[in-house]
């Protein structure tokens, strides 16, 4: 709460309430001046960047409304972030909340459960820093995407080890433990933390607030079926599935890949007056990384890809 009370309020804010003063010196609290100064950033143009790109939105619409994320193309923008966050639930991931008693299930005994559950928290950090320099070094598209591929890799094969008969403590069941501990630190690489990035990037920044809440209130709402589900599936006196629960969630994860291949842009390398100009020009999400656009002209090409094009965020060509 100390942390929050101290804390400047966003440029943004005070952009949208005309108080461009206020914009710059609360971007200069956020802004390390002896780095600026080496990157060739400027304050003043930044704020100036900012104007134009409220702007520009102001234009597409003046209001900034919950109804408005329901309208035009921020209906599409509201879609990407809510389901965003609602995949960041449903690719299995609530097997992580109940590895341990899962580990059980699949056949460890009550210490040796214990003892992977660890192992698979400690990688998850591990996963999570290193999150900080694979987004610098490839888009996020392209992390989401790979991530929803090998995750699913992995629920199939959790699913599959779980055919056999596994005895107390037997091979079957730390291998199991092993997949499900991969599947830990490949989650907590990509879809876990690209997840906060994708959803402040690609709404709108008149309607950031308002698309941040709506999507969290999806996410609660997958997280509370996702909690009543999953202890149903892996206890046995309930439906009792077990290790073969790995095929349902395969199964939903395919599901959201598809999507995720389909439906997410690639926001990397883009000003939000960028990204603006893309969702109005109802750019295909797999040619965001490539098409040329210029936010500060009415004159917007169309997506011309020729081969030696940049890839589409999936190492292909588009």
């Known amino acids: 709460m100390i942390g929050v009370l101290f804390a400047p309020e966003s440029p943004w804010f005070h952009v949208r309430k005309g108080n461009v003063q206020e914009a710059k010196r609360s ?89 992977i559950g660890m192992v698979q928290y400690a990688l998850g950090a591990v996963g999570t820093m290193l999150s900080w320099f694979t987004m610098n070094w490839w ?35 730390w291998a199991i433990g092993g997949v499900l501990v991969a599947y830990t630190f490949v989650y907590d690489l990509s879809i876990g933390p690209v997840c906060y990035s994708l959803v402040s990037e690609l709404s709108s920044t008149r309607l950031k607030a308002k698309s941040i809440v709506l999507a969290r209130i999806v996410y609660n709402l997958a997280s509370l079926i996702n909690n009543i589900l999953t202890p149903q599936m892996i206890s046995p006196g309930a439906w009792n599935w077990g290790p073969k629960t790995g095929f349902f969630w395969a199964g939903v994860c395919g599901f959201c890949f598809t999507w995720a291949y389909f439906r997410l842009p690639e926001p990397k390398g883009r000003t939000y007056g960028e990204l603006d100009v893309l969702f109005e020009n109802k750019v295909p999400a797999r040619k965001f990384a490539v098409t040329p656009i210029d936010q500060y002209s009415s004159n917007y090409p169309k997506p011309v890809v020729d081969g030696s094009s940049p890839t589409d965020g999936m190492g292909k060509r588009s």
């Open 27 to 115: 971007l200069a609290r956020l802004t390390s001046s002896q780095n600026a100064e080496r990157a060739g950033f400027s304050i003043d143009n930044t704020v100036a960047m900012m104007i134009h790109t409220n702007e520009l939105e102001k234009q597409g619409s003046s209001e900034a409304s919950y109804k408005q994320c329901f309208k035009g193309i921020d209906l599409r923008r509201t879609e990407i972030v809510c389901l965003v966050m609602l995949i960041q639930t449903a690719c299995g991931s609530g097997l992580i909340g109940f590895s341990i008693y899962f580990f059980q299930q699949a056949g460890l005994t009550t210490n040796g459960a214990f003892k």
């Open 139 to 173: 888009g996020r598209r392209t992390i989401y995407c790979w991530g929803l591929f090998i995750l699913f890799t992995l629920l199939l094969i959790v699913g599959f080890l779980g055919l056999p008969t596994s005895s107390e403590n037997g091979p079957l069941g």
